[in-house]
């Protein structure tokens, strides 16, 4: 024990103490190592990147071939990791900041509205903005089965919300006042076939709000500490993931607002602004 934390010591992970001869964690440290409601927390991202090394035969193959990887068919490890690694950002920030940014968005909520949370994985998001809105009811929708079945587990008591495996494309539940879709449009084959389906299933004065990774709309905009990151998991998860979908669009992490106005435009949205960005994400406000 001692050998690994004096490695990472010399990382500057933790800290050492030469006049007691113990190691500890700063309040930054333990923000990114130690706290999972730290909106720094980074357990999720090296989880995530655990499963990127045990698929590494499955991604040397997918870029020999161009045929993607099925999100089903990923280490385990990348579930549970994207979970862990955007929980904290949304539990800090979509009920305080993201959704109050929206038009009207939150007094329907408070009143009782329909929610459709697409694309919702284990359900963070979506069990999230359950709690803060007992009112209103909530559907979350993957084409993931095991994701389903795996957050069906945490429903617990709660009356307002269930979840179903559909893809995005497919689902025909209709009638919604707001329809979600978290840091997951750029990972779908088809999202402006994905964006015309939300569009059939919003009421007349609906909102689509799509949360996507921050970035700029050109390369030079995104070289940056930042960008590496999302650049790092969009070559090993996101593009792979797109490619083994019908539509391969591979829209990427670092898409940019430009390039998402497109595919909303193109989907049937004709008012469409940025809400709101933080230094990681921006929030994009659809209605027809």
């Given at each position: 024990m001692r050998e690994w934390l004096s490695a990472q010591a010399a990382s500057g992970f933790v800290t050492y103490d030469p006049e007691c001869a113990t190691f500890r964690l700063t309040?930054?440290?333990?923000?990114?190592?130690?706290?999972e409601e730290s909106p720094a927390f980074m357990g999720g991202g090296f989880m995530s990147v655990a499963s990127v090394y045990a698929d590494e035969p499955k991604l040397a193959e997918a870029f020999r071939t161009g045929d993607g990887i099925g999100w089903g068919d990923r280490c385990n490890c990348l579930f549970c990791g994207t979970k862990r690694f955007f929980r904290p950002g949304y539990k800090a920030h979509l009920v305080t900041e993201w959704l109050p940014a929206l038009n009207g968005v939150v007094d329907k909520l408070q009143a009782?509205?329909?929610?459709?949370?697409?694309?919702?994985?284990?359900?963070?998001?979506?069990?999230?903005?359950?709690?803060?809105?007992?009112?209103?009811?909530?559907?979350?929708?993957?084409?993931?089965?095991?994701?389903?079945?795996?957050?069906?587990?945490?429903?617990?008591?709660?009356?307002?919300?269930?979840?179903?495996?559909?893809?995005?494309?497919?689902?025909?539940?209709?009638?919604?006042?707001?329809?979600?879709?978290?840091?997951?449009?750029?990972?779908?084959?088809?999202?402006?076939?994905?964006?015309?389906?939300?569009?059939?299933?919003?009421?007349?004065?609906?909102?689509?709000?799509?949360?996507?990774?921050l970035a700029g709309d050109a390369l030079p905009d995104n070289l940056s500490p930042v960008g590496r990151v999302f650049y790092a998991f969009s070559t090993s998860v996101c593009v792979p993931a797109s490619l083994n979908q019908e539509g391969r669009m591979a829209l990427v992490a670092q898409a940019g607002e430009a390039r998402l106005r497109d595919v909303l435009r193109e989907g049937g949205f004709t008012r469409i602004r940025r809400a709101l960005e933080t230094p990681f994400n921006m929030v994009i406000e659809a209605r027809v």
């Amino acid at each position: 024990m001692r050998e690994w934390l004096s490695a990472q010591a010399a990382s500057g992970f933790v800290t050492y103490d030469p006049e007691c001869a113990t190691f500890r964690l700063t309040p930054e440290q333990a923000a990114v190592f130690a706290d999972e409601e730290s909106p720094a927390f980074m357990g999720g991202g090296f989880m995530s990147v655990a499963s990127v090394y045990a698929d590494e035969p499955k991604l040397a193959e997918a870029f020999r071939t161009g045929d993607g990887i099925g999100w089903g068919d990923r280490c385990n490890c990348l579930f549970c990791g994207t979970k862990r690694f955007f929980r904290p950002g949304y539990k800090a920030h979509l009920v305080t900041e993201w959704l109050p940014a929206l038009n009207g968005v939150v007094d329907k909520l408070q009143a009782g509205a329909g929610v459709a949370d697409v694309g919702c994985g284990y359900g963070a998001s979506t069990l999230i903005m359950a709690d803060a809105f007992p009112k209103s009811c909530f559907l979350g929708i993957d084409f993931h089965d095991g994701s389903i079945t795996e957050v069906r587990k945490s429903i617990g008591s709660r009356a307002n919300v269930n979840f179903k495996a559909a893809r995005a494309e497919d689902f025909r539940d209709a009638g919604f006042d707001l329809v979600t879709i978290f840091d997951a449009l750029h990972d779908m084959g088809d999202p402006v076939g994905v964006a015309r389906q939300v569009r059939e299933t919003l009421k007349a004065d609906g909102t689509l709000m799509v949360v996507e990774p921050l970035a700029g709309d050109a390369l030079p905009d995104n070289l940056s500490p930042v960008g590496r990151v999302f650049y790092a998991f969009s070559t090993s998860v996101c593009v792979p993931a797109s490619l083994n979908q019908e539509g391969r669009m591979a829209l990427v992490a670092q898409a940019g607002e430009a390039r998402l106005r497109d595919v909303l435009r193109e989907g049937g949205f004709t008012r469409i602004r940025r809400a709101l960005e933080t230094p990681f994400n921006m929030v994009i406000e659809a209605r027809v």
